[in-house]
């Protein structure tokens, strides 16, 4: 079965973005199948390629995959409006490829939700099997967040969504709340099937080197978060709770913040007004890099702004990367991750909102005489719900249906 993938963000271990493509690509090639990637230049990312672009494209094989990659810059820090040109010349410059690309089934993956756009279009041209991912609900999300107010806009993004669900042969979701959304325009239980993000045990399980960075001492309690600092991550909560811990004098917890997003620099300036030294700011680094941090860290931070449609419609990376980690998790939304988080006894979900409450979550974990059971319990939901393997032989084995059809 011959694949044509496009993730407009894919990126390999060695960039410090989410790595699920590279995985399931990786377990379809160990499948028997073949697999041609269609990315951008995503600025926290690495393709595996290092030749020069010619007419604003460049091809290579990186571990097996075939790999088309487009010059078309991107980051968290852009406008809206320069994001949503780069998202545009993605799905036009992609689209272009279903007519002279060899492949059995089409997948696509967003975000953004233009990424369906060459799948709609193979489906209309060409016949073949569209299978189509959502990391995310849109418009649904971007309109809860305020980040879109454009009636004409989300109109058009609604459009889009609905030619997406009834275009695809398949979706997969990454959580439930998102399966529950695709569910309203494919009715069929059968033609959504979850498979949220992965632990990828073999990265945070096999690090032997720690990386405790500048300004951590080996007397501290350690919280780390690692992702985007954008408007969805809700990290002024983390930058409060460091002020409570600083107003309560408490010394021995270090709150660690590895990443980049549009609100980084506004963080680090007020982190610097109020005098935070609690709180070390990191640049983003690959994935065996963020092992080693993980390995000195005590436990994960799972932050995101207290807003309905992220509490089971988000699938977020960093949560599984704590998992893989044996990380204890504090969160601070209701949902599908505070609810694992408490069956599971793998860490503490607490109200949103309550500076007080993170701050008291974060003592807790530190005096806790059960925090390594709390571990030990994270790393064993890891291996029996989240194993990255098994969720990728439920990838392969739904392109592979689709292939038969």
């Not at 993956?109 to 799948?119: D, Q």
């Not at 959304?181 to 033609?191: A, F, M, Q, V």
């Not at 989240?386 to 249906?401: G, W, Y």
């Amino acid at each position: 079965m011959r694949v044509l993938y496009f993730h407009q963000h894919f990126s390999t271990p060695q960039g410090a973005a989410g790595i699920r493509s590279y995985q399931m690509a990786q377990k379809l090639i160990e499948s028997g199948h073949e697999v041609t990637m269609v990315c951008g230049s995503y600025g926290q990312s690495k393709t595996g390629l290092t030749n020069e672009f010619t007419d604003g494209v460049r091809r290579g094989v990186y571990k097996g995959i075939n790999i088309i990659e487009f010059a078309l810059d991107y980051s968290n820090e852009m406008s809206f409006i320069a994001r949503a040109k780069v998202f545009f010349k993605y799905a036009l410059q992609s689209s272009k490829l279903i007519f002279t690309e060899k492949y059995d089934v089409l997948f696509a993956t967003s975000t953004p939700l233009t990424a369906a756009v060459p799948g709609i279009i193979a489906k209309l041209f060409r016949r073949k099997p569209f299978v189509f991912e959502v990391r995310d609900l849109w418009p649904e999300l971007p309109k809860a967040m305020g980040v879109i107010t454009n009636p004409f806009i989300l109109a058009l993004m609604k459009v889009l969504e609905w030619s997406a669900y009834k275009s695809s042969d398949q979706c997969i979701a990454l959580s439930p709340g998102i399966r529950r959304g695709i569910l309203k325009h494919k009715p069929k239980e059968d033609s959504v099937t979850l498979i949220p993000n992965g632990c990828d045990l073999e990265i945070f399980q096999c690090s032997d080197d720690v990386w405790q960075p500048e300004g951590i001492e080996d007397r501290d309690f350690v919280a780390v978060f690692t992702g985007t600092h954008g408007i969805a991550n809700g990290l002024h909560n983390v930058l409060k709770a460091a002020k409570v811990l600083k107003n309560r004098e408490i010394k021995n917890i270090k709150l660690v913040l590895i990443g980049h997003g549009k609100l980084k620099a506004q963080l680090v300036s007020n982190a610097k007004e109020l005098q935070l030294d609690n709180i070390v700011f990191l640049e983003p680094v690959e994935k065996a890099k963020l092992a080693q941090l993980m390995s000195r860290a005590d436990c994960g931070l799972q932050t995101l702004e207290n807003i309905p449609a992220f509490y089971y419609g988000t699938s977020p990376n960093k949560f599984f990367d704590y998992l893989s980690a044996g990380l204890p998790v504090v969160n601070n939304y209701p949902g599908w991750v505070a609810d694992l988080i408490t069956e599971f006894e793998c860490g503490i979900a607490i109200r949103p909102d309550d500076p007080d409450a993170f701050a008291d979550a974060l003592i807790s974990l530190r005096d806790n005489d059960n925090i390594d059971k709390m571990a030990s319990n994270a790393i064993r939901l890891a291996k029996n719900k989240f194993d990255r393997n098994q969720l990728a032989r439920e990838f392969v084995t739904v392109l592979e249906k689709m292939d038969k059809k």
